[in-house]
């Protein structure tokens, strides 16, 4: 299970397409709001996707439990995304479909605040599509284990235009599900 990340914002070079500053407001009240969509491989109970994604420090999208091994963090599931490349990325998702493609340059991901850190990501990759199959990796991490309770800061460097955004966790800090947030 994850349900450790509270919060998730994208930022570009330019808006193209949007409004506003150099972080993409995205606000959800919904999966389907603001012209954008929410959406994850699985959610538990109520924490639906776009609750990562509406601004709020204290709510959070959970994913199925149990999903992580809660003694190696490994993924027990069989969630997969194979990205252009051929590679084969097991692990609950993530995804934010943009009204445009943008560039991003960088991903904000905050904790809950009560910062269950067992419930963070350890090894995840980002991932850009136009079609929302065929999957370019952006930026991976196989071992974060420096999560702090305020903004995490993730950048991206080198990407090209992408309408949908998927973040996959591979494997977790030890728990059986994950959590993610605004």
Do not use: C
Not at 9 to 22: K, P
Not at 117 to 128: D, Q, Y
């Amino acid at each position: 299970l994850i349900n450790a990340i509270a919060m998730i914002a994208i930022a570009n070079n330019t808006t193209t397409g949007l409004t506003g500053s150099n972080i993409i407001s995205t606000n959800l009240t919904s999966n389907v709001s603001n012209n954008m969509v929410a959406s994850s491989s699985s959610t538990l109970s109520t924490y639906s996707a776009y609750l990562a994604f509406d601004g709020n420090d204290t709510s959070y999208w959970s994913s199925n439990d149990p999903v992580y091994n809660a003694s190696s963090g490994n993924y027990t599931g069989s969630v997969t995304t194979v990205d252009a490349s051929s590679v084969t990325h097991s692990g609950e998702w993530l995804q934010l479909k943009l009204p445009n493609a943008i560039t991003i340059t960088s991903v904000n991901i905050k904790p809950r605040t009560d910062l269950i850190l067992s419930r963070t990501p350890r090894s995840f990759v980002i991932l850009g599509s136009n079609d929302g199959s065929t999957w370019t990796s952006l930026y991976s991490n196989t071992n974060k284990t420096d999560w702090v309770a305020g903004t995490n800061n993730i950048t991206i460097t080198g990407a090209s235009s992408y309408s949908y955004y998927r973040m996959v966790i591979k494997k977790d800090r030890k728990s059986t599900r994950l959590n993610s947030s605004h």
